[in-house]
């Protein structure tokens, strides 16, 4: 299964699958492996990067589910992996309901088969620059209330969305469809913890993403990942690298030592 360029031209790995793969997973094919291969090449740390970020999305969703949030919509969801926004939203709120969004039809079609038999669960193949695709999709509409608070997951995904203005005109109606009480969380690949002697390996990675995959991705600076919170209250720390966003002991302990080689920013706002 191939996503599909700008261009209309055929594009073997997905972002999804490569990311499995950096995770350890077994739903990933050849070009996959290869595209993954290229970028860690580069990138040694680039399986610990998606350890981290994976970790920094379980805190969030724990965060919420202890703050009364009972619905969750998670854009970018990728495949399934251990710990997945259901059952640790449901470790806390048995009732959780969850609806799975991702532009990969392998990971809606694996998250289906997960998801079998889970009256408050679902996936959707849908994508994020057509928020009102999602926010009208039946399967949105049936499993989450709107008139009740959702937590929103936008995580690792908006650095897929390259165009500054094209990321903040997805997020803007999705935000304005939560009623106070909601949460978004975003995690972003960041711009401002490349070092020097790293961008050169950045414009290469992204190369292999443009090249291989149909979703490109884009670094932003820790201003550019502020504006997605834009009129929200954002939870203490704040926006931050991956591993500062409320540890947990279970952490993986990769950036222990210097959170900014994450290179990933992470951040939570509540809507009042
Ligand atoms: C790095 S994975 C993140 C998975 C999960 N959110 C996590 O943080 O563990 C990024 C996911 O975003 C999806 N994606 C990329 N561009 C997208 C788009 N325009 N709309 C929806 N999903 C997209 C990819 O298919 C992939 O599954």
Redesign the pocket.
């Known amino acids: 299964m191939a996503?599909v360029g700008n261009g209309g031209e055929p594009k073997p790995a997905?972002?999804?699958?490569?990311?499995?793969y950096h995770?350890g997973g077994i739903h990933n094919f050849p070009a996959d492996r290869a595209a993954g291969d290229a970028v860690a090449r580069l990138f040694p740390l680039v399986p610990a990067l998606?350890r981290t970020?994976?970790a920094?999305?379980r805190r969030a969703v724990r965060h919420l589910a202890e703050s009364g949030v009972r619905q969750f919509l998670?854009?970018?969801?990728?495949?399934p992996?251990a710990g997945n926004v259901h059952e640790v939203a449901r470790s806390v709120v048995p009732d959780a309901r969850v609806v799975y969004?991702?532009?990969?039809p392998v990971?809606v079609s694996e998250s289906l088969e997960i998801l079998d038999g889970d009256e408050r669960a679902g996936a959707v193949r849908?994508?994020?620059?057509?928020p009102q695709a999602i926010l009208g999709h039946p399967q949105v509409r049936r499993l989450l209330d709107f008139g009740e608070p959702v937590g929103l997951?936008?995580?690792?995904?908006l650095?897929?969305?390259p165009d500054d203005e094209a990321a903040q005109a997805?997020v803007r109606p999705l935000r304005e469809a939560l009623v106070p009480g909601s949460y978004v969380v975003v995690?972003h690949a960041a711009s401002d913890g490349v070092r020097d002697d790293d961008s050169g390996h950045v414009a290469v990675a992204k190369d292999v993403y443009q090249r291989s995959t149909?979703?490109p991705f884009h670094l932003r600076s820790r201003p550019q990942v502020e504006r997605f919170f834009e009129g929200l209250e954002i939870v203490e720390p704040g926006v931050v690298w991956l591993p500062e966003w409320h540890p947990a002991p279970d952490d993986p302990t990769d950036f222990a030592q210097d959170p900014s080689r994450s290179a990933g920013l992470a951040g939570v706002a509540r809507v009042r």
Do not use: P
């Open positions: 996503g997905t972002a999804a699958r490569i990311y499995d995770l998606a970020n994976r920094f999305l998670d854009i970018g969801s990728g495949i992996t969004v991702d532009i990969d990971a849908a994508d994020v620059r057509d997951l936008l995580v690792a995904v650095h897929f969305v997805a995690s149909a979703t």
